[in-house]
């Protein structure tokens, strides 16, 4: 497929769960209304984020596998794909908070905008505290949102699809969970090893943000078991492509282009596969540089940019780049073993994926 046309197909898509997830707002928006409680504006807050911007690729994925494997339950399909999107959402307010984030898509971060409400209208009690508690209250009602999604989708599928794809669906909220708990453990050691930051990255990533998703739509679609797992192959190693991306995005980027200022995985003290590699090829006074660097929030903006300027001189970027690499390969093969057996609207997608997620610059 012309990039020009998996753009096109792309955009129709979003377009489409756009108009959805804003069908599911205006609605959850009236149940709060009619209740008559302050609830309005987390239901704002929510909403604001999910018309922010947003790539809308986990609702792809599960779009497009779906059409691939032949599926034909567009209803279904679609209120899976919002409930990853609005899943998505729930974790980021919560991840957000956890970062001490004050920007996300260019724009305030939840807790932020409630800490600036409390300010604003001079209420008692310490604003930052109150921002953090009722962020946490909206990333909440994003993640109620996702489950009620979830069982609208399943509702009246016979007992046995529904429950495995209920397990797939809740087991990949777990797993997400658990990714951020190893993430912030290590984080706290101020150590990892690589076996560590692994997990991390399929846990937070592989299975999160391609594999489960495709899952769902294939699962939904009813693929012959051997697609399946070509698929799964395919997502683990599409999903950690994108979370290494990622990492190389927030030390390297552009800042306009990525919406949040570079290098402040650094500040926040994250072990990445970026950090670890660095850290392995320095010298005892490069290494100690890094470790003053590593989770200080007092580093200025030049600081921040001489530690991300030593983490590239010690050969961190391009060592991440290929593992970038190893995984595209990985996943290309995987599709195609099975491209044949694809229906081809959807697996041209899939296949366009790859370098989308793999080269982004945003």
């Known amino acids: 497929m012309p990039e020009s046309a998996f753009?096109?197909?792309?955009?129709?898509?979003?377009?489409?769960?756009?108009?959805?997830?804003?069908?599911?707002?205006?609605?959850r928006r009236k149940r709060a209304v009619e209740s008559d409680t302050e609830g309005i504006e987390l239901v704002d807050t929510v909403a604001r984020l999910v018309e922010s911007g947003g790539k809308r690729i986990r609702p792809a994925i599960v779009w497009f596998s779906h059409l691939a494997c032949g599926g034909e339950e567009e209803d279904r399909a679609m209120l899976l794909a919002i409930a990853c999107e609005l899943l998505h959402t729930y974790l980021l307010v919560h991840d957000d908070i956890m970062d001490h984030a004050e920007k996300r898509r260019g724009e305030s971060t939840a807790h932020v905008e409630f800490s600036e409400l409390h300010i604003h209208r001079r209420w008692h009690g310490d604003a930052h505290d109150y921002g953090r508690s009722v962020g946490i209250l909206a990333g909440d009602l994003a993640g109620s949102w996702s489950s009620e999604a979830a069982h609208m989708a399943l509702a009246g599928l016979e007992a046995e699809r529904a429950r495995r794809l209920s397990a797939l669906f809740f087991g990949m909220c777990e797993e997400v969970i658990w990714g951020q708990h190893l993430e912030m453990r290590v984080a706290a050691r101020r150590t990892a090893s690589a076996a560590d930051l692994a997990r991390v990255l399929r846990l937070k990533s592989g299975c999160y943000t391609v594999e489960r998703p495709l899952q769902l739509g294939a699962m939904l679609a009813g693929a012959e078991d051997d697609i399946f797992e070509a698929l799964s192959t395919y997502g683990g190693a599409l999903g950690e492509a994108f979370q290494l991306r990622d990492d190389l995005l927030g030390m390297f980027g552009d800042p306009s282009a990525v919406g949040k200022p570079v290098g402040d995985d650094l500040i926040e003290g994250k072990l990445t596969f970026i950090i670890h590699h660095a850290m392995q090829a320095a010298s005892p006074a490069q290494r100690g540089a890094l470790q003053g660097a590593l989770g200080n929030r007092e580093l200025t903006a030049e600081q921040a940019a001489d530690a991300c300027a030593l983490i590239e001189e010690l050969g961190a970027r391009a060592a991440i780049q290929e593992m970038i690499d190893q995984r595209l390969g990985i996943a290309q093969a995987a599709l195609d073993g099975v491209a044949t057996r694809l229906a081809g609207p959807g697996h041209e997608i899939l296949a366009g994926l790859i370098g989308y997620l793999g080269h982004r610059r945003n």
């Open 7 to 27: 753009h096109q197909s792309l955009d129709a898509f979003r377009g489409e769960c756009d108009k959805t997830l804003g069908r599911w707002i205006t609605n």
